[in-house]
């Protein structure tokens, strides 16, 4: 499956964001769906996931509560609303899918080509 994320920019601090990310070659609803974030000289850190049907959803700690993964399988495409943007939340934004789990999400099949975020203050 080739995934391909975007809807990102330079937002303002207290802005919101949702990034998309476009799934094509397989039907998405195969996979769990996940995205992560790189910040720059970091490490590329997990941020959400969701179960093949939509039905779960699994956050990390650090965006528990100001963001939102959700998914349209019938239009073969996973979201990722951002609320309340802060500095800290400017990376690059990467989906990804896999087969077997969302819980944690592993392991990682296929990555999408990420979307930069970039919050200022």
């Known amino acids: 499956v080739q995934l391909a994320a975007y809807g990102g920019g330079l937002v303002q601090a207290g802005g919101l964001l949702r990034l998309s990310c476009a799934a094509s070659?397989?039907?998405?609803?195969?996979?769990?769906m996940g995205w992560f974030r790189q910040a720059p000289g970091k490490e590329r850190d997990f941020v959400a996931a969701?179960?093949?049907?939509?039905?779960?959803?699994y956050y990390s700690d650090s965006t528990k509560g100001r963001f939102t993964i959700s998914r349209d399988n019938a239009k073969s495409t996973v979201y990722l609303q951002i609320n309340s943007l802060k500095p800290e939340d400017t990376a690059v934004y990467y989906c990804?899918?896999?087969?077997?789990?969302?819980?944690?999400?592993?392991?990682?099949?296929?990555w999408g080509k990420g979307t930069l975020v970039t919050v200022s203050s």
């Open positions: 070659g397989r039907p998405v609803s195969d996979y769990n």
């Open positions: 969701i179960s093949k049907s939509g039905g779960s959803t």
């Open positions: 990804a899918a896999s087969r077997v789990k969302y819980r944690p999400f592993s392991p990682v099949d296929y």
